[in-house]
């Protein structure tokens, strides 16, 4: 198999850690495997490099910010590929340019436009384990170095699987898998074996500090086997991320997200007229406010109620917003202390029954819903924050997930 392995900050941070690396990438050569490892920088390096750029100035030249960023990451794969070749296993580090990896002229958040695989393929039939740099690439106008912004070494890993048909990307970080809730909340919760590209999206919240978002979508779109596992406990299978065929049995609930980083704003007395939603999430949109959920109850007299969600750090951009529409609402007020609990499972597409039993789960708790929306693999509900790890507990309970 040819195997793409991602190695984050954690898992390099120290010298004894790249040299746990280097253990990892030996007994997977040992079984006979072909490896390209792609490596983050070590674990507070980027951070230290932009504290050196803001020494000098606030507004750095982008592309100057990528030339010293990047450097973090060529680091520990040089390191890497040393440990590596001195333990008599043939290596050679690659940067970005060297990969083949060509992006946009967006510097500091570039995306990957393509991958030339040529040199990379030389060195995979010479025998060769291949360390990349990750994060990284050289824009396809200027050839200067560009980095793909923060967290961007997954992007690299799952870009470089796709591009080069890797049978599956690792991504090894400092936790094990995607549980079926935050084990900090459900100590009960279970690692999940295999789970859909979609469920992992929507449960982001359980997996961002895992996987990027964007990554989990770039492996979705080129077909990327992703394994989330941890490089402390390498024995430990971790989790697969794949296509929904992929998964034989299609549990009903997958897992249980928390989003305590929601405002939940209410409008009462808004006149109802054609065009007044328009107005105000067009100016919302504008103001490039992510908007959640939105419900808007049947009119009465001529007044309606509209209610709809924005993340707290939208809320202040959103006050401001709002003040052009004071005049169409008898009140506008914000709510922060409120949470999501969502329920999410691609079984549930072809189940009845699913939904009803949250709201009775929750009703058993005597825990109020305020706003319920559903997707074809999701059921969230606003819950008040201090019922936040009850609401939880008992959706994980209430759909077996501890079994
Ligand atoms: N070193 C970069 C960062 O800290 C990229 C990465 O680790 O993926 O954001
Ligand atoms: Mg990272």
Known sequence: MLKVLKFGGTSVGTLDRIQNVAEIIKNIKDDGHDVIAVVS??????????????HFSKSAMPHEMDMLLSSGERVTSA?????????????????????????????TKARIESIDTTNMKQAISEGKTIIVAGFQGISQDNGRVSTLGRGG??????????????DV??????VDGIYTTDPRIEPKAKKLDKISYDEMLELASLGAK???????????????????????TPEVEGTLITKE?????????????LDKNQVRVGM????????????????????????????????VDGKTDLDFTIPTTDWEICKEVMQKFEEDAENIDYNE??????????????????????????????????????????????????????????LHEAYNLDQ
Request: proline share 2%; aromatic share 4%; net charge negative.
């Open 41 to 54: 920088a070590m674990s507070g390096e980027t951070n230290k490099l932009i504290e050196y750029a803001t």
């Open 79 to 107: 390191l890497l590929s040393i440990a590596l070749n001195e333990q008599g296993y043939p290596t050679t580090s690659m940067s970005g340019r060297q990969a083949g990896i060509v992006t946009d002229n967006a510097h």
């Open 153 to 166: 070494s997954d992007l690299t890993a799952v870009a470089i699987a796709g591009a080069i048909q890797a």
């Open 169 to 174: 990307c690792e991504i090894y970080t400092d």
């Open 210 to 232: 895992v996987l990027q978002n964007r990554s989990v979508e770039m492996a979705k779109k080129l077909n990327v086997n992703l394994v989330s596992r941890s490089s402390f």
């Open 245 to 257: 065929e992929n998964i034989m049995e299609k549990p009903l609930v997958s897992g249980i997200a």
């Open 268 to 299: 009462y007395g808004v006149t109802d007229r054609p065009g007044i939603a328009s107005a105000i999430f067009t100016a919302l949109a504008d103001a490039n406010i992510n908007v959640d959920m939105i419900v808007q109850t049947v009119g």
């Open 337 to 394: 202390a409120i949470c999501k609990v969502s329920i999410v499972g691609v079984g549930m597409k072809s189940h009845t029954g699913v939904a009803s039993k949250a709201f009775t789960a929750l009703a058993n708790e005597n825990i109020n819903i305020r706003i319920i929306s559903t997707s074809e693999i999701k059921i969230s509900m606003i819950v008040e924050e201090k019922y936040a790890e009850l609401a939880v507990r008992a």
